[in-house]
Nanobody, 123 residues
């Protein structure tokens, strides 16, 4: 059974920073490419950041480019999302996700999902 365990959400003031973590099983980390999505109340789930299949090329939504950084620690089977200069509009539930080969990178058609972690940014 694939499990993605997220942590690191919370409340922060605008301009602050948070780091999200997502730990997967070793098999998932090896066979899937990882990404982050978010969903705000009343809105559709949207792409935030992801790795390509090699794990070396990163992709970002325009809304977070220059502020968020996706990274990985292969020894820990963990993917991170460092979020800096947070804005009120970044408030959402953030989801870690894993996709198998051939799945699109920036649409929420991933194969596996974490439980989500709430990020709240107050202005």
């Amino acid at each position: 059974q694939v499990q993605l365990v997220e942590s690191g959400g919370g409340s922060v003031q605008a301009g602050g920073s948070l780091r999200l973590s997502c730990t997967a099983s070793e098999r998932t980390f090896i066979t899937c490419a990882m990404g982050w999505f978010r969903q705000a109340p009343g809105k559709e789930r949207e792409f935030v950041a992801a790795f390509d299949w090699s794990g070396e090329i990163t992709y970002y939504a325009d809304s977070v480019k220059g502020r968020f950084t996706i990274s990985r620690d292969n020894a820990k089977n963990t993917v991170y999302l460092q979020m800096n200069s947070l804005k009120a509009e970044d408030t959402a539930v953030y989801y870690c996700a894993a996709r198998q080969l051939g799945r699109p990178i920036t649409t929420p058609k991933y194969d596996y999902w974490g439980q989500g972690t709430q990020v709240t940014v107050s202005s």
